[in-house]
Structures are given as structure tokens and as C-alpha cells.
């Protein structure tokens, strides 16, 4: 089983930028694809990133493309999350997701873990 714990979230401006890192614990991290989502205050959790067991593919939601970059060291059992030029529309809780079926649903992960806020004022 493989727990998650996410870092790297904070308050900044808008236009900034700022680093997630989703560290894994367990032997497994290698076999499962990985996901970051998000959640605003009053809103559903929605898909932000993935990148597939090996790291070569990587998917976008449209809102984020060109912004952010999802990388994979598995030799770390680390996931990370660049985020550049953010904008308000940005604030959420950031999630770190993985799951054995490649997916953007949120259903289809199958652990989590606790989340890091990111606050981008305007």
C-alpha cells in the first residue's frame, strides 16, 4: 500500500509560482499512475494532472496547460507539480492521487492524500 503526504503549497501572487511535491511511502509507488486535483471552497474535486507509471506521458486539464508541469522520480517515490503564471481562479486544495487505472475521474483513484492549500491573490 502506498501512503501520500503533499508539500509546497502557500500564498502568492498572481502571476507567481510555486512547487507541489506529493512524497509516497511503500515499494509500490513505481506501479501505480499518479494525479494531482484540486478543490475550491464550495466546488467539486476536479482533475488538474496525470502522468502515467513510467513518467513518458503526461495529460492536462485545458485550464492548466502551458501553466503547470506534472513530473515523476520514481526512484525518490516522488510526484511533482510545477505551477507557474497562477491566477486567483487557481485557489484550492491540491490533492495527490494514485490509481491502477489511467483516468482523470476522481473515482478511479484509489488513495489520497490529505491535501495543501494554495492561496493566489490577485
Known amino acids: 500500500q502506498v501512503h501520500l503526504v503533499e508539500s509546497g503549497g502557500g500564498l502568492v501572487q498572481a502571476g507567481g509560482s510555486l512547487r507541489l511535491s506529493c512524497a509516497a511511502s511503500g515499494r509500490t509507488f513505481s506501479s501505480y499512475h499518479m494525479g494531482w486535483f484540486r478543490q475550491a471552497p464550495g466546488k467539486e474535486r476536479e482533475f488538474v494532472a496525470a502522468i502515467i507509471t513510467s513518467g513518458a506521458y503526461t495529460y492536462y486539464t485545458d485550464s492548466v496547460k502551458g501553466r503547470f508541469t506534472i513530473s515523476r522520480d520514481n526512484a525518490k517515490n516522488t510526484v511533482l507539480l510545477q505551477m507557474n503564471s497562477l491566477k486567483p481562479t487557481d485557489t484550492a486544495v491540491y490533492y495527490c492521487?494514485?490509481?491502477?487505472?489511467?483516468?482523470?475521474?476522481?473515482?478511479?483513484?484509489?488513495?489520497w492524500g490529505q491535501g495543501t492549500q494554495v492561496t493566489v491573490s490577485s
Open positions: 492521487a494514485a490509481g491502477r487505472s489511467w483516468s482523470t475521474r476522481v473515482q478511479d483513484y484509489e488513495i
